[in-house]
């Protein structure tokens, strides 16, 4: 089992920036791909940001160029630094893992955090 835990989030301008973080606690040796999810209200859970580790990185169109992926393998932890904020990126962020084998792409989620962009 993994544990993932998300912090970071809160209310900021539009123009601002957050840094997300996400630490896995438990089995974290069987992740191979971790990635940043958003659900704003009255909207389907989208994709954000993936990486893959020791691979890819992906983003979402509307998110290019102004958020950023990275891993710290040493502390378990993904963050998604997020710059040039707009409110439509207002939405709860979520944190996923895929574990190595399994036919899913999320097996873990965390809780949640929520981003609020003002304007």
């Known amino acids: 089992q993994v544990q993932l835990v998300e912090s970071g989030g809160g209310l900021v301008q539009a123009g601002g920036s957050l840094r997300l973080s996400c630490v896995a606690s438990g089995s974290t040796f069987t992740i191979t791909r971790t990635g940043w999810y958003r659900q704003a209200p009255g909207k389907q859970r989208e994709l954000v940001a993936a990486?893959?580790?020791?691979?890819?990185?992906n983003y979402a169109d509307s998110v290019k160029d102004r958020f950023t992926i990275s891993r710290d393998n040493a502390k378990n932890t993904v963050y998604l630094q997020m710059n040039n904020l707009k409110p439509e990126d207002t939405a709860v962020y979520f944190c996923?893992?895929?574990?190595?084998?399994?036919?899913?792409?999320?097996?873990?989620w965390g809780q949640g955090t929520q981003v609020t962009v003002s304007s």
């Open positions: 990486i893959v580790h020791g691979g890819n990185i």
């Open positions: 996923s893992a895929h574990r190595s084998g399994s036919p899913i792409i999320n097996d873990y």
